[in-house]
């Protein structure tokens, strides 16, 4: 299922359809937003500490432990190469990991409390920040570890998670309603649908008590919407990176009367694919085994949430760090500007090569493979990335945005690559015994707990 990525001394990609000045103005634009993150924390405090080279990976698929080849101590690192397949788990994509995913967070995490409340025992346990640009899955990973680790969610807190659920459902039609008027699609005269529908659903508040009921006539025009041929060409077609969808939006609008119906409860898979916005800094404290704890910091992870991490800096043994590779067409919600895979690439670079995190081990989790496998088969990735030149190749994509964030390990810090599909709890299940067997528990010997 997961599917670990290590380097290789092939070198660096080959240049393509984009000029060598562009790349170059591209990797300035990173550099600069680094720097200027870098400047912001070198301004709270100081430290410094040895860095170690990027050495080693792990096979998820089989827990093994396996040496990378390392690059010279100031060079830069070579492109990486695939440690086996892309996760196969569907027939429809050879070499995929397949089945929706979305980013999410819940209102309920069990022992989840607010940063700054840790037991004794969790002052003892591995600290971890989770960290990534929004809807990346931070949370969703967090979630993972609260079903394999945590006993999984109680119908009350599956409940909870209802409001949320029926808010991701009104604002994915907003977002197909106002993408409409954007393309100037016309209503099918057969849809027994009229303006004023679309309007009232764009003027729809949640009221001050949330949504424990999905309204009716919400439900049937939604439904309406969803199912007209000009609304499936409209966010499959040539304008579908111009504007923003949330990823599980297929779910949940084609789950849309089962989750109307009255005495709805969510599903586990409900929750996983459900999205709200992380804000502020929560903590959780994961107990893998008797030997082995986790203190993990999820952060919110839109740009004006990032401000809040320093704090949780200091005496970090791990950092989780989340790409969504399916963004790599889309932009920002709060600077329409920026390409959200260059966002994550400045937010990687500052932070792999903070001197918070120069004894910290960095995993990598290229997420989201099954929507970014169906996507690049109908968004050509060279479309915003010029130089990459493997067309829809699913593995040569994967290793062209590997290769673009292991070339910023200025620092040289061990970095542990997984493709994931966070939403697959077996996946993710893997991927954590992966990362238990190699770089936490040599933590944990290092420091002399084991």
């Known amino acids: 299922m997961g599917a670990c990525m290590s380097k290789s001394t092939d070198g660096p990609p080959a240049k393509g ?3 060598a000045a562009a790349k170059r ?3 300035q634009k990173i550099a600069k937003g680094a720097r200027a993150a870098e400047e912001k924390e070198a301004a709270a405090g100081a430290g410094s500490g040895d860095r170690s080279q990027t050495g080693h990976t792990t096979d998820s698929s089989s827990g093994a432990e396996e040496k990378a080849a390392t690059s010279a101590k100031g060079a830069a690192p070579d492109r990486p190469r695939l440690g086996g397949a892309v996760p ?3 027939k429809r994509q050879q070499s995929v990991v397949s089945s929706n995913s979305g980013g999410s967070t819940g209102p309920s995490m069990g ?3 607010k940063s700054g409340g840790g037991s004794t025992d969790s002052n003892r346990a591995l600290k971890v920040l989770l960290l990534g640009s929004g809807e990346s899955g931070k949370s969703t990973v967090l979630q993972q570890l609260k079903i394999l680790h945590q006993n999984g969610f109680s119908n009350e807190e599956l409940l909870e998670f209802k409001p949320f659920i029926f808010d991701n459902i009104i604002e994915t039609g907003k977002d197909i309603i106002n993408a409409r008027l954007k393309f100037h699609a016309t209503l099918e005269p057969e849809s027994g649908l009229s303006e004023e529908d679309l309007q009232g659903v764009l003027n729809f508040n949640t009221p001050g008590a949330q949504l424990q009921q999905f309204p009716a006539d919400l ?10 041929p000009s609304t499936q060409e409209l966010i499959t077609g040539e304008h579908r990176s111009s504007f923003y969808l949330m990823d599980s939006a297929r779910y949940f609008m084609d789950n849309l009367p089962r989750v109307a119906a009255e005495n709805y409860k969510p599903t586990v898979r409900d929750v996983l694919l459900s999205r709200k916005k992380t804000s502020g800094i929560f903590d959780t404290l994961v107990e893998m085994d008797s030997n082995l704890k986790l203190h993990i910091y999820d952060v919110g992870g839109q740009r ?3 401000k809040k991490w320093i704090h949780c800096f200091d005496n970090v043994t791990l950092i989780i760090f989340c790409v969504s590779l399916s963004e790599f067409d889309q932009t920002l919600l709060e600077d329409k500007s920026q390409n959200r895979l260059e966002e994550s690439l ?8 903070s001197r918070w995190f120069a004894r910290a081990s960095i995993v990598l989790f290229l997420n989201k493979i099954d ?3 169906e996507k690049i088969q109908h968004v050509p990735l060279e479309r915003f990335f010029p130089d990459y030149t493997g067309g829809q190749d699913i593995n040569k994509a994967a290793k062209y945005i590997l290769w673009r964030f292991v070339q910023l390990n200025r620092a040289h810090l061990n970095i542990y690559p997984h493709v994931t599909q966070a939403t697959d709890t077996s996946n993710i299940k893997l991927v954590f015994a992966a990362i238990k067997e190699t770089i936490l528990e040599n933590s944990l010997k290092d420091s002399g707990v084991l």
């Open 371 to 373: 929507v970014f496998a």
């Open 88 to 90: 196969d788990n569907s």
């Open 219 to 228: 439900q049937k025009t939604l439904s309406n919407l969803w199912s007209l």
């Open 304 to 306: 004006s949430e990032r």
């Open 346 to 353: 400045i937010l990687f670079d500052s932070v792999v090569n």
């Open 25 to 27: 103005s591209r990797s």
């Open 111 to 113: 022992s989840l409390s």
């Open 17 to 19: 359809g984009g000029t």
